[in-house]
Antibody, heavy 121, light 110 residues
Framework: QVQLVESGGGLVKPGGSLRLSCAASGFTFSDYYMSWIRQAPGKGLQWVSY????????FYADSVKDRFTISRDNARNLLYLQMNSLRAEDTAVYYCVGDSGSYGHWAFDYWGQGTLVTVSP | QSMLTQPPSASGTPGQRVTISCSGT????????VHWYQQLPGTAPELLIYRDNRRPSGVPDRLSGSKSGTSASLAISGLRSDDEADYYCAAWDDSLSGVVFGGGTRLTVL
């Protein structure tokens, strides 16, 4: 079955860096558009970044532009999010999310369980 | 990033019909599909409605979506206790070149 497993979350100081990884299995990863979506504690969902299936098209939310970098390794079925210059407001559960295109682009049909990033002194 | 507008809460009794609204602009709902997600307590969200009004397999037909202009809505009929969850609408925004979500609506079954 489809699995998306995030790792790399943890506690980091403001201004620090962290790299999240997402290991995909159970589907043809290279066929899927992928995104990162986050949820601050007790808050709603916020889309963070998108990468196309071959990695040629990338989008970022304004709040993370120039600080976060999304990438993927289709040979190893891995999605990454490099997060630099972290701020307290980046504290959230980060979900790795897949879009097969089966339900229309931007309909996210597969979600990981999330990894918690806490930015605090 | 701008958000779509949803009521923070909704409620109903078992068997009732409830509707959750989602308001946007011409750059998001007005020109792109709306998708809805259900997030049960302590779990990751799941796709509930796609392309405004279509249901993935496994989603019962007592859940339905609709859209008119720059607004969309999710209707749940025959309300059940296991419908208690947070519900989010989302759409691509042409102006922002990104996905915008609603703030979420917490549905309580009384």
């Amino acid at each position: 079955q489809v699995q998306l497993v995030e790792s790399g979350g943890g506690l980091v100081k403001p201004g620090g860096s962290l790299r999240l990884s997402c290991a995909a299995s159970g589907f043809t990863f290279s066929d899927y558009y992928m995104s990162w979506i986050r949820q601050a504690p007790g808050k709603g969902l916020q889309w963070v970044s998108y990468i196309s299936s071959a990695g040629h098209t990338i989008f970022y939310a304004d709040s993370v532009k120039d600080r976060f970098t999304i990438s993927r390794d289709n040979a190893r079925n891995l999605l990454y999010l490099q997060m630099n210059s972290l701020r307290a407001e980046d504290t959230a559960v980060y979900y790795c999310v897949g879009d097969s295109g089966s339900y229309g682009h931007w309909a996210f049909d597969y979600w990981g369980q999330g990894t918690l990033v806490t930015v605090s002194p | 990033q701008s958000m779509l507008t949803q009521p923070p809460s909704a409620s109903g009794t078992p068997g009732q019909r409830v509707t959750i609204s989602c308001s946007g602009t011409t750059s998001n709902i007005g020109s792109n599909y709306v998708h809805w997600y259900q997030q049960l307590p302590g779990t990751a969200p799941e796709l509930l409605i796609y392309r405004d009004n279509r249901r993935p397999s496994g989603v019962p037909d007592r859940l339905s979506g609709s859209k008119s202009g720059t607004s969309a809505s999710l209707a749940i009929s025959g309300l059940r206790s296991d419908d208690e969850a947070d519900y989010y609408c989302a759409a691509w925004d042409d102006s922002l070149s990104g996905v915008v979500f609603g703030g979420g609506t917490r549905l309580t079954v009384l």
